[in-house]
Structure formats: C-alpha cells, structure tokens
C-alpha cells in the first residue's frame, strides 16, 4: 500500500494534546498582520486574522530615520492586537519586524513607545531569518515536494530561498519591496513606460548577481507568497486561468494593461482591490524581474509565508516530513474517526486505483491517486454531526477547514469526493476543474464508492487482495471479478454492487460484477 495513505506513531504523538492558543504577528513594512490560532490534536486551527495597514516603509526617509507619524500609526495598530492578546503568556506569543524596522536607525524609539501599549517582547530579525521563516511557512502548508524555489514580495524587501523539503539551501533578502519601489519609482501614483522601466531594471540589478547559483540548484516548483503575488495570481484566476498559474506571459500581458493606465487610481483590473492598486505597480515590476532574473517558467501562488512559519516554529512536533499526514492525522483525533475503518476503506481504494488505467492526464496520476487515498480516509469526518447526510457533513467540513498540505484545487476535490461517495450519482454533481479532467474526476468518484462499498461491513468485512477491475471497450463499462463464492459469502457487497449498478444508470456508466 502507498506509504503516504499510513499514520506511523513517530509522525505524531497518539492520543489527544492539550489545548494551547498562539499568536504570531507580522510587523511588515506595508500592514501588520496577526493569526491567533490553537495547537489541538497536532494541528493548527486558525481562529482569528487581523489586518491593519499602516505603511511603515512610508515614513523611512533617506537617512533611514522612522517618522513619529509612521511610529504612532505602528503603536496604535499594536495597541488594537494587544486587546486581542490579553491572557496570552510570553512564551504563546511570536513578534517580528522585518525590512522597515530593520533599516530604521531609531527603531529603539519605535520598540520603547510600543512596549507602553503592548506587553510582548518584539524581536527585529535579519533578513536571511525572515527569508528562512518564509520558507518555513510556506513548505507548512503546500504540498509541493521536493526542492523549491520560494519567491516573497513584502513592502520593504524580497525574499527569495532554494530548499529541499523542509531544509533551505540558500535564502537571500534585498531591498526591493512594492512600498519603498512605489515612493521611489511611482511619485504621486504616476505610472508611465519609463517609470516602470526604471523599477524593473533596479530590481533587476538588486538580484542579478544570484541568478546563476539559484539557477544552477534548479527546482521541480516554483511557489510566492505574500501581497503582491496573491494580487497578481487573484488577477489571473478572474481573467485568464482558475488556477492562477503564474507566467511570463501573463505577467507581461498584466504589464500591457497596467501601463494603459495614467495613475494608481485609473487601474481597472478585474480581480484587483482597489486597496492594493499602490503597490500592485511596483510589485509587478519586482515580479517581472525575478521572472526574468531567475528564468522562472511558471509560479503557484502559497496561502503560507512569513506568519505561518512563525505559528510552526512554536511547536516542536510540526517537524514532520509529511504535511498531509499530521493535516489528517489532527482531523482524526478532532474529529474522532473511526481509524481502523478509515484504513480499510483506503486499502480498497488503493488496490483498485492501481488496476485502473484509462486515465487521461497521467502527469496528474500519483497526485490525483494520493488525494483518493485521503478522501478514503476522511469520508467519514462528518458522522461526528449526524450519520443521515454524512457525506454532505462530511464534504462541508473538509470545503471550509484549513488544510495545510492541500492546494485550493485538491482541497475541492477531496470535498467533492466525499461529498458524492453514497447516494444516486447526477451529472449536477460532477462540478468542473481547471486541473483535472472530467473522466478522471468520475474515474476518482467510482473508484471511492466502490471502496466504501466492499467495506460497508466494517470490522466484519472479509479481508481480500483477490479483486480484479477491467474496463471494456468504453472506458465508462467497468468490469469487476471477486475470488470464486466470495460474493455469495458476502451478500451485503453483492447488494450494494447491484444497486451501485443501477444509481450509475443516469450517467450512463456501467458496472458489471462477478
């Protein structure tokens, strides 16, 4: 059986943890951010987000002094968090300052007005620790393997990191950011060809001398984090892909539209908040540039970055190689699921999966198997609500919830999985992906319904690798062979096929069994 469908007892600790409620806050040079979340069963929930711009990166001049106007538009923001935070020990509390308060020649002065209104020790960290946290936070909640290239566009600076898995080869940090670009290259707002040329080169000229090692590492992804990337991708998925698959292409056709604009405020990009239209410009030409520096084919847009990696260094046991595992592993202890059925119902799923081979995308093959696997472990997630419509529970709960280790699209995947794996199956239910295609969907919808079919007896179900899956001429015409009397010693499977036979009727799919 694949070994990423196991929960090995090293992964994480058995049994359930103690309760224990963290914050991190992101002192950043455009807004300050804050999670507050809850470690429980080995997993993170997140249980609030606050946002306050207070463009920091605004009030640093050339002598790298922080005006009282920045300062207090800072305080006042840490005095907002500090309510949030009351009864929060030290220890639960993670705070950095990154590109804005480290130039900041007086931001002694900043920490000895903060420190009046707010109780926890605020740690200004370098550049390569940002780019490192980066780092870490993004590999906490993506499930891309392998060595990465991590790209982070934050108001005052860009961090850019080569890793393996958890591990970072290289992390650099340059004083390029869409704030500090915005002010120096985009006075007024203005937006013009030469302006943009002008924040493209000087970005350009910031990180050039990293091309050749970064590109020598290589990488098998490509993944950015932060304001500027999430508003280029939200830019993309609302007008040229779902997905919001970042290129070159369309960052150079974004380039076109932009510059068809006179001012920040005449930017009229669908997808775009008319918040982020004043660094958006500058952001882009920084993007464009590492694009061009790095030789970047395609980016992936990650939930995680600087605050999450923080909310995972506070706890030892997310040192995991498996992020998918510990994301399942803290549903099933919240959750209660019945572990034992769980396994045999992904065990099914398996066997089966591999048997079938009418895929069309097989590029896609071993994620699209891997999320099969957790859907089979998860289905029943929503039976802790109420067994009549469970797998509608059970679908909500996995649609709404973070789930660290999954991209949006495998997300609504496992959802619909779940969602559809009993009952009559309709055409209304096979919603439509940007990543994967329509027969594989439905390859992936029968193959769980059968799973759950041949263990609807649960711990007396016969156990048996003695199951063959054919397809016919039509890869819709499935053809199912059991060991001889296996199906008259088990009259439950040999109803549940029938009437799986007659619900698969109306998509005019067949299953034959013997």
Same mark, same amino acid.
């Given at each position: 059986?694949?070994?990423?469908?196991?929960? =090995?007892?090293?992964?994480?600790?058995?049994?359930?943890? *103690?309760?224990? =409620?963290?914050?991190?806050?992101?002192?950043?040079? *455009?807004?300050?951010?804050?999670?507050?979340?809850?470690?429980?069963? !080995?997993?993170?929930?997140?249980?609030?987000?606050?946002?306050?711009?207070?463009?920091?990166?605004?009030?640093?001049?050339? *002598?790298?002094?922080?005006?009282? =106007?920045?300062?207090?538009?800072? %305080? #006042?923001?840490?005095?907002?968090? +500090?309510?949030?935070?009351?009864?929060? +020990?030290?220890?639960?509390?993670? %705070?950095?300052?990154?590109?804005?308060?480290?130039?900041?020649?007086?931001?002694? =002065?900043?920490? $000895?007005?903060?420190?009046?209104?707010?109780?926890?020790?605020?740690?200004?960290?370098?550049?390569?620790?940002?780019?490192?946290?980066?780092?870490?936070?993004?590999?906490?909640?993506?499930?891309?393997?392998?060595?990465?290239?991590?790209?982070?566009?934050?108001?005052?600076?860009?961090?850019?990191?080569?890793?393996?898995?958890?591990?970072?080869?290289?992390?650099?940090?340059?004083?390029?950011?869409?704030?500090?670009?915005?002010?120096?290259?985009?006075?007024?707002?203005?937006? /013009?060809?030469?302006?943009?040329?002008?924040?493209?080169?000087?970005?350009?000229?910031?990180?050039?001398?990293?091309?050749?090692?970064?590109?020598?590492? !290589?990488?098998?992804?490509?993944?950015?984090? /932060?304001?500027?990337?999430?508003?280029?991708?939200?830019?993309?998925?609302?007008?040229?892909?779902?997905?919001?698959?970042?290129?070159?292409?369309?960052?150079?056709?974004?380039?076109?539209?932009?510059?068809?604009?006179? &001012?920040?405020?005449?930017?009229?990009?669908?997808?775009? #908040?008319?918040?982020? +239209?004043?660094?958006?410009?500058? !952001?882009?030409?920084?993007? /464009?540039?590492?694009?061009?520096?790095?030789?970047?084919?395609?980016?992936?847009?990650?939930?995680?970055?600087?605050?999450?990696?923080?909310?995972?260094?506070?706890?030892?046991?997310?040192?995991?190689?498996?992020? $998918?595992?510990?994301?399942?592993?803290?549903?099933?202890?919240?959750?209660?699921?019945?572990?034992?059925?769980?396994?045999?119902?992904?065990?099914?799923?398996?066997?089966?999966?591999?048997?079938?081979?009418?895929? $069309?995308?097989?590029?896609?093959?071993?994620?699209?198997?891997?999320?099969?696997?957790?859907?089979?472990?998860? &289905?029943?997630? !929503?039976?802790?609500?109420?067994?009549?419509?469970?797998?509608?529970?059970?679908?909500?709960?996995?649609?709404?919830?973070?789930?660290?280790?999954?991209?949006?699209?495998?997300?609504?995947?496992?959802?619909?999985?779940? $969602?559809?794996?009993?009952? %009559?199956?309709?055409?209304?239910?096979?919603?439509?992906?940007?990543?994967?295609?329509?027969?594989?969907?439905?390859?992936?919808?029968?193959?769980?319904?059968?799973?759950?079919?041949?263990?609807?007896?649960?711990?007396?179900?016969?156990?048996?690798?003695?199951?063959?899956?054919?397809?016919l001429r039509h890869p819709t015409d499935w053809v199912l062979t059991f060991e001889p009397a296996y199906l008259e010693r088990n009259?439950?499977?040999? *109803?549940?096929?029938?009437?799986?036979?007659?619900?698969?009727?109306?998509?005019?799919?067949?299953?034959?069994?013997?």
């Amino acid at each position: 059986m694949n070994n990423e469908i196991q929960f =090995e007892q090293e992964i994480l600790p058995q049994g359930r943890t *103690n309760v224990r =409620e963290i914050a991190a806050i992101d002192l950043g040079s *455009n807004s300050f951010h804050m999670i507050v979340a809850r470690i429980m069963n !080995g997993s993170i929930q997140v249980l609030s987000r606050l946002k306050q711009k207070v463009k920091l990166a605004e009030g640093l001049d050339e *002598n790298a002094v922080l005006s009282q =106007e920045a300062i207090t538009r800072g %305080v #006042n923001c840490l005095a907002l968090f +500090a309510e949030r935070l009351q009864g929060f +020990a030290p220890e639960n509390v993670n %705070v950095v300052g990154t590109y804005t308060l480290r130039r900041a020649v007086n931001n002694d =002065e900043f920490l $000895r007005q903060a420190a009046a209104v707010f109780p926890y020790p605020i740690n200004i960290i370098s550049g390569q620790t940002e780019a490192k946290t980066i780092y870490a936070g993004v590999c906490h909640t993506q499930p891309e393997k392998g060595r990465k290239l991590v790209v982070d566009i934050g108001g005052g600076s860009t961090e850019m990191i080569v890793g393996d898995d958890f591990t970072p080869i290289i992390a650099q940090s340059r004083h390029m950011g869409c704030v500090s670009f915005a002010s120096q290259y985009f006075k007024h707002g203005e937006i /013009s060809q030469e302006n943009f040329e002008k924040a493209y080169q000087s970005a350009v000229n910031k990180i050039e001398d990293l091309g050749w090692e970064y590109r020598n590492l !290589g990488w098998q992804s490509v993944l950015g984090s /932060s304001g500027t990337i999430k508003t280029v991708h939200q830019v993309i998925a609302a007008t040229l892909d779902p997905n919001g698959i970042i290129t070159k292409a369309r960052l150079n056709d974004l380039v076109e539209q932009t510059l068809q604009a006179r &001012h920040f405020d005449e930017l009229n990009l669908i997808g775009l #908040n008319p918040d982020r +239209a004043d660094v958006f410009v500058p !952001g882009l030409a920084i993007l /464009s540039a590492v694009f061009d520096v790095f030789h970047i084919d395609n980016m992936r847009y990650s939930d995680g970055a600087l605050r999450e990696g923080m909310i995972y260094s506070l706890e030892k046991n997310f040192q995991v190689a498996d992020i $998918r595992a510990r994301t399942a592993w803290g549903l099933t202890e919240q959750f209660d699921i019945d572990t034992a059925q769980a396994h045999r119902t992904a065990g099914s799923a398996n066997l089966l999966a591999h048997q079938y081979t009418q895929w $069309r995308n097989p590029i896609l093959l071993e994620e699209m198997q891997s999320v099969l696997l957790w859907a089979a472990r998860l &289905h029943e997630v !929503g039976l802790v609500i109420n067994h009549k419509g469970m797998q509608k529970h059970s679908a909500y709960i996995l649609q709404n919830m973070e789930l660290p280790g999954f991209d949006r699209e495998q997300q609504r995947l496992l959802a619909l999985l779940v $969602r559809v794996h009993i009952g %009559v199956l309709k055409s209304s239910d096979i919603i439509p992906f940007a990543r994967y295609d329509e027969q594989d969907v439905l390859a992936l919808i029968r193959l769980l319904r059968l799973a759950v079919i041949l263990n609807k007896s649960r711990q007396a179900t016969e156990k048996t690798q003695t199951i063959t899956l054919k397809t016919l001429r039509h890869p819709t015409d499935w053809v199912l062979t059991f060991e001889p009397a296996y199906l008259e010693r088990n009259p439950l499977i040999w *109803n549940e096929l029938r009437q799986e036979s007659h619900n698969l009727k109306e998509l005019e799919l067949g299953l034959v069994f013997n």
